[in-house]
């Protein structure tokens, strides 16, 4: 079972299609999360009807903020949506084996650049922690950083704002999956050196069942 998440900042690009092609036959993602899509309504079915995944479960965004769609295989897996909220789409994953069929718990998360919104994500997913009790994988833009090493450039971290996500991970029983490839993959875009800013933004987690 294979698990792809992508930040693409608007999807109105003609060739989003064919990037996203080009991801799931490189990666051969079962499940692929669209964030930031930035359409809504038919504009976004007509899109979506284009990505050669056969199901998918969306979450309009309000303007040009927040915003997923959740697209799957239906013949590698079941899922079934449990808890949508505007910053994180909660859903059982039920994968098909010719052996068994495992069901496991999972979050995808777009969590608001503006705190106190993203502490309502933090208090939501306390609560999706307590209503359920099977193996989870939450993954995403989580908009906030956990250690110094997360950022380079800029504004030291926010002592409060570390602490209310570590907070969450800890009352949740989440522990960082390691990662491979580039660190920091946020960037600013500004080149000059003195203002340059590279973040991790793109987090995965998972719980010990």
Not at 15 to 37: H, K, T, W
Not at 62 to 77: A, Q
Not at 101 to 112: D, G, P, R
Not at 116 to 144: C, I, Q, Y
Request: glycine share 6%.
């Amino acid at each position: 079972m294979k698990i792809a998440t992508w930040n693409v900042r608007g999807v109105g690009n003609a060739r989003f299609c064919l990037n996203v092609q080009d991801l799931i036959n490189a990666y051969g993602s079962d499940i692929l999360v669209i964030l930031e899509p930035r359409i809504s309504g038919n504009h976004a079915e007509h899109v979506i009807g284009q990505v050669k995944l056969p199901r998918h479960f969306r979450v309009d965004p309000i303007g040009l903020s927040n915003g997923t769609w959740v697209l799957w295989d239906d013949r590698k897996c079941n899922v079934d949506v449990v808890w949508a909220i505007k910053q994180s789409v909660t859903m059982i994953i039920k994968v098909h084996s010719s052996s068994q069929s495992t069901s496991w718990l999972f979050s995808a998360i777009y969590a608001s650049p503006i705190l106190h919104k993203r502490m309502h994500l933090w208090t939501h997913l306390k609560n999706v922690a307590s209503e359920f009790n099977m193996p989870w994988l939450v993954m995403g833009d989580f908009n906030e950083l956990l250690h110094t090493m997360d950022k380079l450039g800029g504004c030291p971290l926010i002592a409060s704002h570390v602490h209310a996500f570590n907070d969450c991970l800890n009352h949740c029983g989440l522990f960082d999956l390691a990662t491979n490839g580039p660190y920091c993959i946020w960037t600013n875009k500004n080149w000059d050196w003195r203002r340059h800013i590279t973040e991790k933004l793109d987090k995965a987690f998972i719980n010990s069942e």
